[in-house]
């Protein structure tokens, strides 16, 4: 976020702790801050606060570097060696007390409760399940409390984040949308640890009898309820939390439809609910979105509804493949609507997530992957 070196600013070249300059990163975004404002701040009020402050482990220190007013930056340094303080643990402490004045904003619960998030594809393995769950983490991380709901009956993302399936005999999110249910819905739910989501992340797992979901909903007469099950079943779950993530099973059936239902605009609803689309650059993605396409308009023509579209992700891009793939993300990019929101690189951190079982921004949290969904995450809460 740093900006290039301006007259009245210099460069800052040091080295930060991992943990720190994560911290800093995100928490600069989430309160929409400049990096390098933030720092400003922070070394103004290291100057005036009381010494000697806590010490900051620096241990593991990587490269960092941004861009302060030029005067202050003089100063700050004389200061670090009137005190004999090494100039990076002083510019440690100084992110620290900037930190610790800018807390994660408390969140308001909005009127129209939480905010619905669909990401959808009838073409599997274009990196649904991944999008859902690195989204989920960020969001979690910047303060949001996030519900994950695995409604594919494979059941990819309850096994990636080292859940099992729920027992076939036992509750399910396909009992209670079916009238089956034998208990609250809430009981099912998991939480998922890590130190950056503290209690703010949570998952709704699968059970494969989502398989017979398609069955039993064709079975209702009123078209209305077929496409309103999956809404009325998580709606007890809507004022625990900021955000409801739906990871969409690959089809076009009645579960799709009821998750694009989900997600719909509903009246007087504030902005944020929708569908996000993960796609490849290749032709077949290409295809499939054309199908996935004609059954959103659909949708919303029968039932007089509109479903926002928050944009593509194109995902597991490699440009060293030649022009195929360069081509397809030219493609997508001139539909113009929805847009291409995201491009994220085909790389082994996602893939050594989901073998370890670690959700993806505890495993690496300061790769090229993780950003990517900070992103994104930073886009659907602007």
Partial sequence: ?????????????????????????????????????????????????????????????????????????????????????????????????????????????RATGARRVAIGNQKGGVGKTALTAGLAQALAEMGFRVLMVDFDPQGHLTKQLGHDHLPLKGDSLVKHMTGERSGE??????????????????????????????????????????????????????????????????????????ALYYVRTREDEEAGSGLIIPVQAEDSSADAYVLLREQIDALCNDLGVDICDLGFVVNLYDNRKGHVLTSSLDSWRSLGEPEVIAVINDLKDQREAVRTKTPLLVWAPDSEQADAMRDIARRITA
């Fill in 185 to 258: 819905l809430a009981e099912l739910v998991l939480p998922i640890g890590g130190e950056p989501f503290e209690d703010r992340l949570h998952l709704l797992p699968a059970c494969t009898d989502g398989f017979l979901l398609d069955a039993k909903l064709a079975t209702y007469r009123e078209i209305r309820i077929k496409e309103t099950a999956l809404e009325k079943a998580l709606d007890p779950l809507a004022d625990d939390f900021d955000f409801i993530l739906v990871d969409c099973p690959p089809s076009l059936g009645y579960a799709m439809d009821n």
């Fill in 1 to 109: 976020m740093a900006t290039p070196q301006t007259d009245d600013r210099d460069k800052v070249v040091t080295k930060l702790p991992p943990q720190l300059r994560r911290e800093l990163k995100i928490r600069a975004a989430t309160v929409g801050v400049d990096i390098q404002d933030a720092v400003t701040d922070g070394i103004k009020a290291w100057q005036t606060a009381v010494k000697p402050l806590p010490a900051i482990d620096v241990s593991g220190a990587q490269s960092f570097s941004t861009y302060v007013p030029s005067a202050l930056l003089a100063d700050f340094r004389a200061d670090c060696s009137e005190l004999k303080l090494a100039y990076n643990q002083g510019l440690a402490q100084s992110i620290r007390l900037w930190l610790d004045s800018h807390p994660l904003p408390q969140r308001v619960r």
